[in-house]
């Protein structure tokens, strides 16, 4: 069955970095768009970060300059570099992805488990 796995996060200090992986694994043929989105207590899910599979990416505001995410299509792997972390920035964040999926040929919408950020001093 086609699934996310997510890895890499932990609790930093402001200012300090992190990265995240995602590896999409299972029953499938290929990944198109793939993203990371976060989530903080009584607050809506957002879309942190997100790239295309030729590499073209867009980030939300509150995170540009600071995060990077890449991927590695040979390993079907998603990452996001945070950098110069706030306290803002605590959050379960959750990888998401377009798989194609063997069993049944069609595309789905996938999400990784999540994974706790937590900034703090």
């Known amino acids: 069955q086609a699934q996310l796995v997510e890895s890499g996060g932990g609790l930093v200090q402001p200012g300090g970095s992190l990265r995240l992986s995602c590896a999409a694994s299972?029953?499938?043929?290929?990944?198109?768009?793939m993203g990371w989105y976060r989530q903080a207590p009584g607050q809506q899910r957002e879309l942190v970060a997100g790239?295309?599979?030729?590499?073209?990416?867009n980030y939300a505001d509150s995170v540009k300059g600071r995060f990077t995410i890449s991927r590695d299509n040979a390993k079907k792997t998603v990452y996001l570099q945070m950098n110069s972390l706030k306290f803002e920035d605590t959050a379960v964040y959750y990888c998401n992805a377009e798989l194609l999926a063997k069993e049944t040929i069609q595309w789905v919408n996938a999400w990784g488990q999540g994974t706790q950020v937590t900034v703090a001093s």
């Open positions: 790239i295309t599979p030729v590499g073209r990416t």
């Open positions: 299972g029953s499938i043929f290929g990944v198109k768009a």
